[in-house]
């Protein structure tokens, strides 16, 4: 459903080039629901608005269905717009508040299709009730709804045209924790439904990930350092850095707690990244002379991939 070759997103500025995202390959088939995690500021963002071409791509290309999108502009967006949608993380700043609920939902149907009048009503009835959202809410403004409903909003807006693809970034994180897991559960029974639906879920939230994804990628300084299947790569992380962001997943039982990976440090600068491995001056085992020096390969472990000179040398 989407493939991401070699992709780069470099932004000039008065301090020199940002690497939001460096030379990142990714392929997400049809139906999967592929979890993209790292700290803020690791590119995820950047990967998801690039992909629907809400950024320019540097350098790589984007296919979405069979189709080069990345140099996409213009009218050319226009069949991009109703293969993929975004669903952005904080619903209340993603809907126009001078625009009800009917209006905002009713808008791409206007722009995509030739539906009009009493029935483009009765669509957009029909799509807020499958998001769980009553006929009433139509009249409603975006301030006179919970955050929940308002993320409920966003979705069904941007189920109207009948995607295939989604990027989900950070749908839930500013949402309750009971309002959190009826949404997971609303984006499991829409995969559930439609089998072709392909997500991107962009999301520092592991615990999420873990129930949701089928795959997770984890990105460090805007490269991806370990891909695999989700069961694979949270029973037996290889790369360092996945293993210090799973070790801070808090556990029920307070003794497991104990065995966490401190990270020491912040994520460096994009603008000057480390030499070699850029994760080398966080990394509690990185080999002086190596790990500072050469920037390490892929290493292919069956069905998961890491990139890290020791998971390099186990497997030799
Ligand atoms: Fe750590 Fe070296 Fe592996 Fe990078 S390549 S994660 S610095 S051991």
Redesign the pocket.
Known sequence: MLTLNNLCVHFPTKNGLVRAVDDISLTLHPGEILGLVGESGSGKSTVGKATLRLLDVTSGNIVLDGEDVTHATGSGLKPLRTKAQMIFQDPHSSLNPRMTVGRIVAEPLVIHTKIRGHRLTETTAKILDRVGLPSQFLHRYPHELSGGQKQRVAIARALTVDPDMLILDEPTSALDVSVQAQILEFLKELHAERPRMTSLFISHNLAVVRYLCHRIAVMYLGKI?EEGPVAAVFSNPC???TKALLSAVPLPQAEQNDSRIRLEGDLPSPVNPPT??A??PR?Q???AG??DVEP?NWVDLGNARA?????EEQAE
Do not use: E, N
């Open positions: 350092v790369h360092p850095y070699g491995c994760f080398h990394c085992v990185a080999v190596k790990c390490p990139r890290c000179h020791l998971i």
